[in-house]
């Protein structure tokens, strides 16, 4: 079974860094695509950045240039950096494993940008 387990999470001021970490097991990281989700209070749930399983990395605007996604296949983890944070970037951030008929979600992990 399938299991993505998300961490590092917290509270962080405007400018701050996070970095997040989402431990897969049951499955590798690197035979499909990961993404990064987040869903803010009241929002719909947004595609953050996916990292293909070559390698290659997209981001949606509001984060480019400021988020990193990696991988790391022998720790079978997918991170998002997360720089110059702002408060708007507060939301419940999950990760997923893009399947072709089925996705894998984690529980998501809570960042709250805040003074």
């Known amino acids: 079974q399938v299991q993505l387990v998300e961490s590092g999470g917290g509270l962080v001021q405007p400018g701050g860094s996070l970095r997040l970490s989402c431990v897969a097991s049951?499955?590798?990281?690197?035979?499909?695509?990961m993404s990064w989700h987040r869903q803010a209070p009241g929002k719909q749930r947004e595609l953050v950045a996916t990292?293909?399983?070559?390698?290659?990395?997209n981001y949606a605007d509001s984060v480019k240039g400021r988020f990193i996604i990696s991988r790391d296949n022998a720790k079978n983890t997918v991170y998002l950096q997360l720089n110059s944070l702002k408060p708007e970037d507060t939301a419940v951030y999950y990760c997923?494993?893009?399947?072709?008929?089925?996705?894998?979600w984690g529980q998501g992990t809570q960042v709250t940008v805040s003074s």
């Open positions: 990292i293909t399983t070559g390698g290659n990395t």
């Open positions: 049951g499955s590798s990281v690197s035979i499909y695509p």
């Open positions: 997923k494993q893009v399947r072709p008929f089925y996705n894998y």
